[in-house]
């Protein structure tokens, strides 16, 4: 009998805590939405400890905000709170090119032209859902090749935090721009890691900016 790997058990509250964040990002939950756990917990047909749990997670991740008495909510937009996390979200993409590029295969490579492909076509036609999904899976190529534990967990843990802003602020995340620094980018990884890595810090710059730009006083 071939041996079979155990089925991983996905834990209820990684599960809560998963379609919280969803609706967090999407702006379902909107900024300052106060949460009520068994509401909560009814609407995701799940009992309430892993609901409580789950928002313990989103808390550390600055999702939510709680006060002992008082309520649980959603935690407001705070423009110097995701300049910060973007800043630390770059150097986490820097880090992992620099370790990604000199082991992609010509199949990592191809990955990544096709997502910048989506992402163009995206940025074209306006849709910013499908322009984040594509950047992601570009960038995710690099996370996965470099195999660098702490990085993906940091990358993981921030994103969520500046997506919002991201997806309240931005029609086309990133702009045009990116698609042509994408290229670059793809080009310099079988080439020139300090090019790669120079592209990569370009790339995750411009949203800084952007939200220099659409918030002032975070700088």
């Known amino acids: 009998m071939h041996h079979l790997p155990p089925v991983r058990r996905v834990l209820l509250r990684d599960q809560a805590a998963a379609r919280i964040r969803s609706a967090i990002v999407d702006g379902d939950l909107a900024p300052g939405h106060v949460i009520k756990d068994t509401a909560l917990a009814a609407q995701l047909g799940l009992s309430v400890a892993p609901v409580r749990a789950a928002l313990v997670t989103l808390g550390d991740e600055g999702l939510v905000e709680t006060k002992p008495q008082s309520h649980t909510r959603v935690t407001p937009l705070d423009a110097e709170a995701v300049r910060g996390a973007a800043v630390v979200v770059r150097s986490m993409h820097e880090v992992a090119t620099r370790e990604a590029a000199p082991h992609l295969t010509a199949e990592d490579l191809d990955r990544m032209r096709a997502a910048n492909e989506r992402f163009a076509a995206a940025v074209r036609s306006g849709d910013t859902e499908a322009a984040l999904a594509a950047d992601d899976d570009l960038h995710q190529v690099l996370l996965d090749r470099a195999a660098n534990a702490a990085a993906q967990a940091t990358v993981t843990r921030f994103t969520p935090m500046i997506r919002r802003l991201e997806r309240q602020r931005f029609a086309a995340p990133h702009g045009h721009d990116s698609v042509d620094l994408h290229a670059r980018l793809i080009e310099a990884c079988s080439t020139d890691v300090d090019a790669a890595v120079a592209l990569t810090t370009a ?17």
């Open 203 to 219: 790339i995750w710059t411009t949203l800084v900016l952007e939200l220099d730009r659409a918030h002032p006083e975070a700088t």
